[in-house]
């Protein structure tokens, strides 16, 4: 693979593959000037661990995503990308080296249809972003010259009834190239890395400011009927700003679709020791009528489907190999962390090629047949079962535990000791939920409890409010 400028990367002093190194986040690769801010965001209110009591994950299963980036209606995003990134890059950097004249204008809405139906019925879940204004080409609530009105609502529709019930759909900033000036809608006149989405912009910039921006970005979206509950970043966008990013995900998302739990996808760690599980933030009020957060989704792979730029694929092996044994797939499930694998739309497609769609198809495969105890989530089912887990507080009572939850969560999973002859028994508010005995872990799911040596493990959906998890006789509540 030729060492290409990513735009994706954060600087401008790096080429592809040393970008893709320093964001998988192995050892120093993220530490070096970027960990420290990472963890300087502010985690917000917890409540006091309770001893003896732990949350699983959810159905005591490995949650698995897929993130798509780089994807919107009809537009192949990154065939008119390129210019702009050469644009903005002295000399236009490596970008003058792509033939991207040759490339179609259109990612067609027959493999739109073919990729979502295909992984439906594998019950694959995920985020697809939806670029609104892509690549300053047009808005997708306003005009898309080289498309007829009919046709681009025709792909809106298409995004909205078949993908909605398993993917989130995000804005990936508002052009994914220029930045808008918000009081014109039209790019900003200088064509420079400070005022391009993938780089500079977001540095210095306050909290206002950004929310402001990707409040202007989800707006596109609510107006042709895409809901949102998060946000993707375009390339390095935040990367200098991450505070501000967290603060100003959470209030843009709350106030443009009154999102619960708001969530952003900017982090992949591709190998390494370091967590990928989601990052929950500036949490607050959590004893009162208006709790928030925000959480930071992280992806666990790099992309080896076939990249923003149709380079040549790491391939499945990366992922998983044949076997089943070995890829940082297994390494991380095996780990019992989530699993988000990263891939960008132009590369599944791959000009018509659909090369990442095989690698992915076969990746799924391969996951399928090694593992029985995986369940495919949308990052907002993640977001808020993560959230659920750190928030939620725990009290003893004589008669077994009061939850108090922030947050509503389905399947919330617990284990936590009991006598021998308990059997749970779960209130919320004055209504007495049924549990039903299993015998195994691979058949819990909400409303089953199982034994497990002097312990209980319980699955239920977690009410917003109080939880009564009683072990013995049922009581009057």
């Not at 698995?64 to 050469?86: E, R």
């Not at 708001?262 to 989601?278: I, K, L, T």
Request: charge should be negative; charged fraction near 25%.
């Amino acid at each position: 693979m030729s060492p290409l400028r990513d735009p994706c990367a954060a600087k401008t002093g790096e080429s592809r593959r040393e970008f893709l190194h320093r964001m998988a986040g192995a050892g120093a690769a993220l530490v070096g000037g970027q960990t420290a801010t990472l963890l300087a965001q502010e985690r917000g209110e917890r409540p006091d661990a309770l001893p003896g009591l732990e949350v699983l994950l959810p159905r005591e299963r490995v949650p698995v995503s897929f993130i798509i980036d780089d994807s919107t209606c009809l537009v192949n995003l990154n065939k008119f990308a390129i210019p702009q990134f050469a644009a903005a890059h002295p000399g236009g950097g490596a970008y003058t080296h792509y033939d991207w004249r040759a490339w179609p204008d259109e990612i067609p809405d027959d493999f739109v249809r073919k990729f979502g139906e295909w992984c439906g019925a594998q019950g694959v879940k995920g985020k697809y972003s939806v670029v609104p204004y892509p690549a300053c080409v047009g808005r997708l609530d306003g005009e898309l010259p080289g498309w007829t009105s009919r046709e681009v609502e025709a792909s809106i529709a298409l995004v909205r009834d078949l993908l909605l019930s398993h993917w989130d759909i995000h804005p990936e900033m508002v052009t994914h190239t220029r930045v808008i000036d918000l009081r014109t809608g039209h790019p900003h006149p200088e064509r420079s890395l400070r005022f391009m989405e993938n780089w500079d912009w977001t540095t210095g910039r306050s909290v206002d400011e950004i929310a402001a921006y990707q409040a202007y970005a989800l707006r596109i979206l609510k107006n042709v009927g895409l809901p949102c509950e998060g946000i993707t970043t375009p390339g390095g966008y935040g990367n200098r700003a991450r505070p501000q990013l967290a603060q100003a995900t959470l209030e843009a998302v709350r106030d443009v679709f009154g999102a619960e739990i708001p969530h952003y996808f900017r982090d992949a760690y591709a190998e390494g020791s370091q967590s990928v599980a989601p990052r929950v933030e500036y949490a607050t009020g959590l004893a009162g009528d208006d709790p928030r957060c925000v959480v930071s989704i992280v992806a666990c792979t790099g992309d080896w489907t076939g990249g923003w730029d149709n380079s040549e694929p790491g391939g499945p092996d990366k992922f998983i190999t044949a076997d089943g044994r070995r890829g940082r797939l297994v390494e991380v499930i095996e780990r019992g962390e989530p699993a988000c694998l990263l891939a960008h739309w132009t590369g599944i497609w791959f000009n018509g090629q659909e090369t990442g769609f095989r690698i992915f198809q076969e990746v799924v495969r391969r996951l399928h047949a090694r593992f029985d105890h995986l369940l495919w989530m949308k990052l907002s089912e993640l977001a808020r079962y993560w959230t659920a887990r750190e928030l939620t507080q725990g009290r003893r009572t004589e008669h077994g535990l009061t939850l108090q939850a922030p947050f509503a969560a389905p399947a919330f999973t617990l284990r936590l000791e009991a006598p021998a002859n308990a059997v749970p028994q779960l209130w919320q508010g004055n209504r007495l939920t049924p549990l039903r005995e299993v015998a195994s872990a691979r058949q819990i799911e909400a409303g089953t409890w199982r034994r497990e040596g002097g312990k209980v493990v319980v699955c239920f959906d977690l009410s917003k409010g109080e939880n009564r998890l009683q072990l013995g006789t049922v009581l009057d509540p």
